[in-house]
Nanobody
Framework: QLEESGGGLGQPGGSLRLSCSAF????????MAWYRQTPGDQRELVAA???????IYADSVKGRFTISRDNARNTVVLQMDGLKPEDTAVYYC???????????????WGQGTQVTVAS
């Protein structure tokens, strides 16, 4: 089970923080990631982080978002700074695999948390 928290309403240029914790049966998670989805669009990778803290970012969030994780707690955090209206989406946590700078999602997803950026 993946439980997300955070999100909500943020202002353009402002910050929000998303957190996701893995419970029950998630041992030695290889990588964790955040995806986002808007109505009518496919879910897209926002950021991913390996157990060794190697990271991947979508071009649209580079320099604004930071992903981090606590391996001992199976928790991943997405710090979102410099928010833009186009960051508005439902954000989903995922566990998966990291290899050769590529992230492969597993079938385990959080329930999603809404992020809305508006003034």
């Amino acid at each position: 089970q993946l439980e997300e928290s955070g999100g909500g309403l943020g202002q353009p240029g402002g910050s929000l923080r998303l957190s996701c914790s893995a419970f029950g049966g998630f041992f030695s998670i290889d990588a964790m990631a955040w995806y986002r989805q808007t109505p009518g669009d496919q879910r897209e990778l926002v950021a991913a982080i390996s157990r060794r803290a190697e990271t991947i970012y979508a071009d649209s969030v580079k320099g604004r978002f930071t992903i981090s994780r606590d391996n001992a707690r199976n928790t991943v955090v997405l710090q979102m700074d410099g928010l833009k209206p186009e960051d508005t989406a439902v954000y989903y946590c995922n566990t998966g695999y990291y290899s050769d700078a590529l992230y492969t999602p597993s079938q385990y997803w959080g329930q999603g948390t809404q992020v809305t950026v508006a003034s």
